[in-house]
């Protein structure tokens, strides 16, 4: 039954194809001749590119440390922003008179809209920065055109606009990197000496009173001690030669020497010695007390006696009276002098801590604004040998591949097209074909009768054609192929015609 089936659909299929065959080829031949006019008409549109090399310069890149993203790729995004921008291309357009067709038909805007659609540029990392490695950066730009030569040029223009906007950037961050470097090292200069003319004035304001010269106080102080004993031990000795003892006191045995001092020559080296020691120790010391006390007691028993027997016995030293009170009254006062500034001395020294914590707060701001301004001194010089550097040093940019005309057209891919009018015509010829089948409603096999009435077909009559039908049948035949022919050839034209003039299909195609 399957077999019987099968037959019956290739014998229907071939009964098709033999009553509408010319249909099939009639409808094939218009549009494969149509799409193959068309495509041979087509405008070639040819692309040329260009590939360029940017490296970061690895002495500058030495010298100034990059911050944050990488500084080649945010330089060439800047300059492809400079070569793209609307004044730029303008100039270029109007240098090589792009698009000189369009621009009587449209916008200014319109036609730096389709130049930058022309226009392709590539941005490939090479090289990725690494520890020890610099960034590289291949940059391809391509331009498409219907002159072959025309795309070569204006894609050499735009490279030779990057490499000069590369340049003027290089060289305009330098010089504004240097004068920002410039700026911030006044500001820093100007902070360090605000600082160190504090911390000076400070130091005048305080001299003597400073931590580093505390060792040579303390020497000052036990030399101004040692003078204070010298001058106390002198002024006893006066006093002995003055209160000499009578000589009988001395054949007596009376002692003369500084332990066996009494009287007012006692009283006067225990005030000299509780005025020596007070510079050294508190009011509550035991020696203190004792000399106190000892001095109390003692000044109370010569005010019971009343006597005072130092001017008798100056005579019997042998000394003038006179000259001995006045050395006794000089180092007096030299004693006061010396306790003055011993009790200054040791002021200055109960007060060196204090001038110690508040030189350590001046001195924390000093060293801060020193180690920033001496940083910004280094910065400087780096910002200035690296401005150097960029305007001196180009060998960064090279150009690896320079733009030539090409051979082969970008855009239309004829052997692609022509094979999809083949398809479309061989579809549209089999569309044809089973539409007019489908509109057919007539017999045209005794099989159609039997199958449509269930009935048995008992004979079929011929069609009769006489010699008249056959000589109509030709004229019509020819007629009909001369109209074919006439139409296949006028609509070839035409498409033909459409095709030159297809400019926005080719490149619809060729974005």
Known sequence: MAELEQVMFIDMAVDQWRRRKWLFIISFLFVFI???????????????????????????????????????????????????????????????DLYAPMKNKATTESVIKRFRKDIRIEQKASITPQWGTHSTYAITISYQDWDPDRAALVANELAARFRAENERIRAAQAVNRTAFVREQLAATKARFEVEQERINDFKNNHMGELPEQQEFNMATLDRLNSELRLNGERQVYLLERRDAPRPGAIASGVGTGVTGLTGTRRLEWLKRDLAERQTRLTGNHPDIIRLKNEISSLTKS?????????????????????????ELRALRREENKLRGAIAELVRTLEGTPRIEQELTRFASGYETAKSEYLAMQKHYQDAYLAESLDTRQNQQFKIIEVAIPADEPVAPNRQRLTILGLLLAVGVGAAALLLAEWLDRTFHSIGQIRRFTGLPVLASIPRLVTAGDRWRNRARVSLLSMIVVTALLATAGFSYYAGTHADQLVLAISY
């Open 302 to 326: 010569l005010a019971a006696k009343g006597t005072d027997d130092s001017d008798r016995y100056s005579q019997v030293a042998g000394l003038d009276p006179l000259d001995l009170e006045t």
């Open 34 to 96: 149509v799409s193959l006019s068309l495509v041979m008409a087509l405008p070639a549109l040819y692309r040329s590119s260009t590939t360029m090399l940017f490296t970061q310069d690895e002495i500058a890149e030495s010298l100034l440390e990059a911050n944050g993203a990488n500084e080649l790729e945010l330089r060439l995004a800047a300059i492809q922003q400079a070569v793209m921008s609307r004044s730029r291309l303008q100039e270029v357009i109007d240098a090589f």
